[in-house]
């Protein structure tokens, strides 16, 4: 994910950039929940699959929004700078 | 109809009268004690404490009083609760920021006592009259604590505008009012219920009732209400913001489960229709526009904002029929008070000489001077951004199996997508306080009443979240004693 919304891609307001990044971290979970209920299904390793999915996605979309955080600290201060 | 007041009201109505006698004590107290004593806030809590002890003869309940003015029942009870607890906190996180800011300790009690006055009167209140009466207590008390450090033009900014567009919205939910006294004859919302059956289609009717939404909408700041909202918040000192963005919010919505369930029942049709606009269009505008702020104070006003759109999704369910609804309300109100309450806490703690503290990048490196208040605070952004187990999850669960029982499963989903989006500037909020590390000016000191209040809320969060059928079974059974079961009640 280099290009696009989630980037200080200042194309884009920052309620939009922003918005996605919760999305994404809901949508995550959810999506790997799902495929771990899935897998589950298919494989009978029940809890686990849910349980790896939920965890999965949780990190993988804290990794992300904790990134974006941090990103949008910097924007402030460039333009604190540069005003 | 005997005038005046008979013995067996003021009996009724001894919790308002301990509360007010409380507040003239306080006033008294000040001009008594020397400048800057700090037994003004204890006298305070003492006053609040009276109160709330006072309540208890009246737990089961389930009168009129005042020839229909009030209602003593489980409803205004649980409301009281809610009011009185918020003093209490509001008190205690208070104390250290008037020595700060220099503020008049003894007014400022005296106003916030008489707010929470205010608010008993309006969660009672089954009288239009009676509502309006404990609305205006409550407003002008707010309208002055607004701009009460005076030498801020911040302060007196954020007073003025919510003088005049709250004096405004005011003369809309009057004239609304006004219509309903005028179609139905009079102004108790229990005989106005019966009088309104068979009038759905009334052109008039249903003008009150959009002016009535008009002017509730503004007081609960639903957009596009809420205009006045970020600035009054951000202007206000921050313990009157605290308790303005709960106790004001919750007797609002006390206001509208009062007009709407009891006095306009049969018209449910109409104005459950505009709640569900509101709740939609609230939730995503105040979400969407908190992404972006950098000032604590903003944030939390937009937060509370979006929150005000979560509670109308509850409403939604009460006008469809579902007492859920009602209850689910009543159950997030509860939970949203502490949480909120506890998270101004924090803010007031990053308040020193100086530094003002309400900026999000003053919470910087928190984690590594104060890691109890950032602990705390961590718990409070993840309840408000309801994420499991805290209470706020809880909340927010109740609320959208209320909307999805009703039948309302889109808004339950839209409910659902806000608190997903409004997730990362919750998280924001965390990641300053445990990942940045430059902190900046003196060490921030939790004062002992500071430490209490944070205290009680982060019990009440943890607690609410593990365990909330207490909470759930108490706002169950005074949801039951609104609106036509509560008419049947008390016509035994």
């Not at chain 1, 299904?41 to 974006?68: A, D, S």
């Not at chain 2, 000489?353 to 928190?366: H, P, Y």
């Not at chain 2, 205290?455 to 108490?474: E, K, N, Q, S």
Request: with cysteine; hydrophobic share 55%.
């Amino acid at each position: 994910m280099t290009g696009g919304l989630l980037t200080a891609d200042r194309r884009f307001p920052g309620w939009v950039r922003y918005s996605g990044v919760g999305l994404e971290l809901a949508g995550a979970t959810a999506g790997l929940a799902l495929l771990g209920y899935w897998i589950d299904g298919k494989f009978g390793t029940t809890p686990w699959g849910i349980l790896g999915g939920v965890i999965i996605g949780i990190v993988g979309g804290l990794y992300n929004l904790v990134k974006q955080s941090l990103e949008a600290v910097r924007e402030a201060k460039d333009d604190d700078d540069a005003a | 109809m005997p005038a005046g007041l008979s013995t067996s009201d003021f009996y009724y109505i001894l919790p308002e009268l301990v509360l007010t006698g409380g507040a003239l004590l306080v006033l008294i107290a000040d001009v008594l004690l020397p400048r800057g004593s700090k037994a003004l806030g204890w006298i305070t809590m003492l006053a609040i404490g009276a109160t709330l002890a006072s309540l208890a003869p009246f737990t089961s309940t389930h009168v009129e009083v005042a020839h229909g003015l009030l209602a003593v029942d489980r409803f205004s009870l649980f409301f009281k609760i809610i009011f009185l607890g918020a003093a209490a906190i509001t008190t205690l996180i208070s104390m250290k920021y008037i020595e700060i800011e220099r503020m008049g300790a003894g007014e400022y009690y005296f106003l916030i006592l008489c707010s929470t006055l205010g608010m008993m009167i309006m969660a009672g209140g089954i009288d239009l009259i009676s509502i309006f009466i404990g609305l205006e207590t409550m407003a002008v008390s707010f309208y002055i604590l607004t701009g009460f450090i005076k030498p801020n033009p911040r302060s007196n900014e954020a007073a003025v505008k919510y003088f005049l567009l709250g004096a405004f919205s005011l003369g809309i939910l009057l004239y609304g009012m006004s219509l309903m006294y005028g179609l139905s004859g009079t102004t108790s919302l229990r005989t106005m219920a019966t009088a309104f059956v068979g009038q759905e289609r009334d052109p008039r009717l249903v003008l009150a009732v959009i002016l009535v939404v008009a002017g509730v909408g503004f007081k609960i700041a639903a957009v596009p209400f809420h205009m006045w909202a970020p600035d009054v918040y951000e202007g206000a000192p921050t313990p009157v913001t605290a308790f303005l963005s709960v106790g004001s919010k919750a007797a609002s919505f006390a206001m509208l489960l009062r007009l709407f369930l009891e006095g306009m029942p049969s018209l449910n049709a109409d104005w459950r229709i505009l709640f569900e606009v509101l709740a939609i269009v609230t939730m995503t505008v105040g979400n969407l526009a908190a992404l972006t702020q950098s000032n604590l104070k903003r944030m939390l006003a937009y937060s509370s904002i979006a929150h005000a759109g979560y509670l109308l999704i509850g409403i939604v369910a009460a006008g469809a029929g579902y007492t859920r609804g009602v209850t689910a309300t009543l159950v997030y109100l509860f939970i949203y008070t502490f949480m909120q309450l506890g998270a101004f806490g924090i803010i007031i703690l990053m308040r020193r000489q100086d530094v003002i503290g309400d900026e999000l990048k003053d919470l910087s490196g928190l984690y590594l001077r104060r890691p109890v208040a950032a602990f705390a605070m961590l718990l409070f952004m993840l309840s408000l951004g309801g994420i499991p187990p805290t209470a706020g999850f809880m909340g927010k669960f109740w609320l959208f199996s209320a909307a999805i029982e009703a039948g309302f499963v889109w808004l339950a989903v839209i409910g659902v997508l806000n608190s997903a989006i409004s997730l990362y500037y919750y998280i924001r909020v965390v990641v300053f306080m445990y990942l940045k590390k430059d902190a900046a000016g003196s060490e921030p000191v939790f004062s002992p009443p500071l430490a209490l209040a944070v205290g009680v809320a982060v019990v009440a969060t943890i607690v609410l979240g593990v365990y909330p059928r207490l909470l759930f079974d108490v706002a169950e059974a005074s949801a039951r004693t609104l609106g036509a079961a509560g008419l049947a009640a008390t016509l035994r």
